[in-house]
């Protein structure tokens, strides 16, 4: 087996210690440990440098990877950021020293892929929209405080709205919290757009109220708070953030006029002009394909970005994804045929793409031949080959109507029955109309 790469270098990387293995015949001692203090970090680099190594593979440890690998990449070293699971462990290399050397072994060989990891501008974004993402998780549970300390008392609050954190629900809650319990005038305070009327607000309303059951539901209004204002103050680093970020192609066609997609409805929307960033940046505007919001368009933005270089075909973006199928095939059968599973966020927001996606037509019939759960996925696949399209080929997307749809899938099935027919000696025509 040839080598690929002669200056390559592995890292066991850990919370306290990191081994690092070279070339044994670029030092005496071609394995060393190291602390993960900033200095050590920077006494590796220098070490690496003069050994001249000139590529590092590591593996993907929690979090402790990212400083060294953010050194390194100043440096000027390549780093390989392997999936720990992919790396196939020989029996009997359990100890930190064989493992690195194992890594610099396997990755001169060439026989080992990095990750993928967008540029640095991106990752900024990236690691902002990702807390923001957790900020919403943590917020989530409050919601469900609030209903329990209102059903403890006999409030339906949550029967008779559809979101009870909603203009009314709001408007409601904390009236009850400044002191009000007259259910008539709670029931007042409903949103014109409501569905449903005063009488039945009012009666809902109706309860016995507690001290302890309104202390549980105060706090929980006040935490609700406190996580919507941090998830504000993030929303603004993140509009920061898109104003630095510089264009990157030019525009493919004519700009947006509306901040956001006619009929989204997304709660968790964020507050900047994230269509008009997106655009600017890109030249396409990402929230016009089917499914996309503004909160999914920034999602799979700062995930996977536009560049589409990684992966040479949609195929390759479908499967680093997750949402192609894994045959596992032996003696020319299929035994198992299943998506890996993954937790790759992007997968996640096309999947959300997928739930709300004008792809009805497809996505029902495919649920009536595979199931919800598989439909979904498939839909997912076919929304993710679109964002590839439209990136790797710069042209805006065209939204196609369940009618058209129906009809270029009548076309298909016409031509594959034509084929199948000829195969078979026959010719296949259409039914006469009855006289």
Not at 145 to 163: E, G, P, R, T, W
Not at 227 to 247: G, L
Not at 316 to 331: D, K, Q, R, Y
Not at 380 to 400: G, S
């Given at each position: 087996?040839s080598?690929?790469?002669?200056?390559?270098?592995?890292l066991?990387i850990?919370?306290e210690?990191?081994?690092?293995a070279?070339?044994?015949?670029?030092?005496?001692?071609p394995?060393?440990?190291?602390a993960?203090f900033?200095p050590?970090?920077?006494?590796l680099?220098?070490?690496?440098?003069?050994?001249?190594?000139?590529?590092?593979?590591?593996?993907?440890?929690?979090?402790?990877w990212?400083p060294?690998y953010?050194?390194?990449?100043?440096r000027?070293?390549r780093?390989?950021?392997?999936?720990?699971?992919?790396?196939?462990?020989?029996?009997?290399?359990?100890s930190?020293v064989?493992?690195?050397?194992?890594?610099?072994q396997?990755h001169?060989?060439?026989?080992?892929?990095?990750?993928?990891?967008?540029?640095?501008?991106?990752?900024?974004?990236?690691?902002?929209?990702?807390?923001?993402?957790?900020?919403?998780?943590?917020?989530?549970?409050?919601?469900?405080?609030?209903?329990?300390?209102?059903?403890?008392?006999?409030?339906?609050l949550d029967?008779?709205?559809?979101?009870?954190?909603?203009?009314?629900?709001?408007?409601i809650?904390r009236?009850?919290?400044?002191?009000?319990?007259?259910?008539?005038?709670?029931?007042?305070?409903?949103h014109?757009?409501?569905?449903s009327?005063?009488?039945?607000?009012?009666?809902?309303?109706?309860?016995?109220?507690?001290?302890?059951?309104?202390?549980?539901?105060k706090?929980?209004?006040?935490?609700?708070?406190y996580?919507?204002t941090?998830?504000?103050?993030?929303?603004?680093?993140?509009?920061?953030?898109?104003?630095?970020?510089?264009?990157?192609?030019?525009?493919?066609?004519?700009?947006?006029?509306?901040?956001?997609?006619?009929?989204s409805n997304?709660r968790?929307?964020p507050?900047?002009?994230?269509?008009?960033?997106?655009?600017r940046?890109?030249?396409?505007?990402?929230?016009?394909?089917?499914?996309?919001?503004?909160?999914?368009?920034?999602?799979?933005?700062?995930e996977?970005?536009?560049d589409?270089?990684?992966?040479?075909?949609?195929k390759?973006?479908?499967?680093?994804?997750g949402?192609s199928?894994?045959?596992?095939i032996s003696g020319?059968?299929i035994?198992?045929?299943?998506?890996?599973?993954?937790?790759?966020?992007a997968?996640q927001?096309?999947?959300?793409?997928?739930r709300?996606?004008a792809?009805?037509?497809?996505?029902?019939?495919?649920?009536?031949?595979i199931?919800?759960?598989?439909?979904?996925?498939?839909?997912?696949?076919?929304?993710a080959?679109?964002?590839?399209?439209?990136?790797?080929?710069?042209?805006?997307?065209?939204?196609?109507t369940?009618?058209?749809?129906?009809q270029q899938?009548?076309?298909?099935?016409?031509?594959?029955?034509?084929?199948?027919?000829?195969?078979l000696?026959?010719?296949?025509?259409?039914?006469?109309?009855?006289a």
């Amino acid at each position: 087996m040839s080598i690929v790469h002669p200056n390559a270098a592995g890292l066991d990387i850990g919370k306290e210690e990191i081994f690092v293995a070279v070339p044994a015949e670029r030092d005496p001692y071609p394995v060393r440990s190291y602390a993960t203090f900033t200095p050590d970090l920077h006494a590796l680099a220098d070490w690496l440098q003069h050994c001249q190594v000139d590529t590092v593979a590591m593996e993907s440890t929690g979090v402790y990877w990212i400083p060294l690998y953010e050194l390194l990449e100043q440096r000027g070293i390549r780093c390989f950021l392997i999936n720990a699971a992919h790396l196939k462990r020989v029996p009997g290399r359990k100890s930190d020293v064989q493992d690195c050397q194992w890594l610099q072994q396997c990755h001169s060989f060439g026989l080992l892929a990095g990750s993928f990891r967008p540029d640095a501008e991106m990752v900024q974004l990236r690691t902002y929209l990702r807390h923001r993402a957790e900020l919403i998780e943590r917020r989530a549970p409050y919601v469900l405080h609030m209903q329990k300390a209102l059903h403890q008392m006999n409030i339906q609050l949550d029967v008779v709205l559809s979101n009870i954190m909603g203009d009314t629900g709001q408007a409601i809650l904390r009236s009850i919290l400044r002191g009000e319990r007259d259910p008539v005038k709670l029931a007042q305070l409903r949103h014109p757009s409501c569905h449903s009327s005063q009488e039945t607000i009012a009666k809902a309303l109706t309860g016995a109220y507690r001290d302890d059951y309104l202390f549980a539901l105060k706090q929980a209004v006040e935490l609700y708070d406190y996580y919507t204002t941090k998830i504000a103050e993030c929303d603004a680093q993140v509009e920061r953030c898109f104003s630095a970020i510089k264009p990157r192609f030019a525009p493919a066609q004519p700009a947006p006029t509306e901040r956001k997609k006619k009929n989204s409805n997304s709660r968790n929307e964020p507050a900047s002009n994230t269509r008009q960033h997106l655009f600017r940046i890109t030249g396409l505007d990402l929230v016009a394909i089917d499914g996309f919001s503004n909160s999914i368009a920034q999602t799979v933005f700062a995930e996977v970005g536009v560049d589409m270089s990684r992966w040479p075909t949609p195929k390759h973006f479908a499967s680093w994804l997750g949402l192609s199928p894994h045959n596992e095939i032996s003696g020319g059968k299929i035994l198992r045929s299943k998506t890996h599973k993954t937790r790759n966020r992007a997968a996640q927001a096309f999947r959300l793409a997928a739930r709300d996606s004008a792809l009805g037509a497809f996505y029902r019939r495919l649920k009536a031949r595979i199931g919800p759960q598989q439909a979904l996925t498939a839909t997912a696949h076919k929304i993710a080959r679109i964002y590839y399209a439209i990136c790797k080929n710069r042209q805006p997307f065209e939204h196609v109507t369940a009618e058209t749809y129906q009809q270029q899938f009548h076309e298909r099935e016409l031509k594959y029955l034509r084929r199948k027919a000829a195969k078979l000696g026959f010719v296949l025509a259409p039914k006469p109309d009855p006289a």
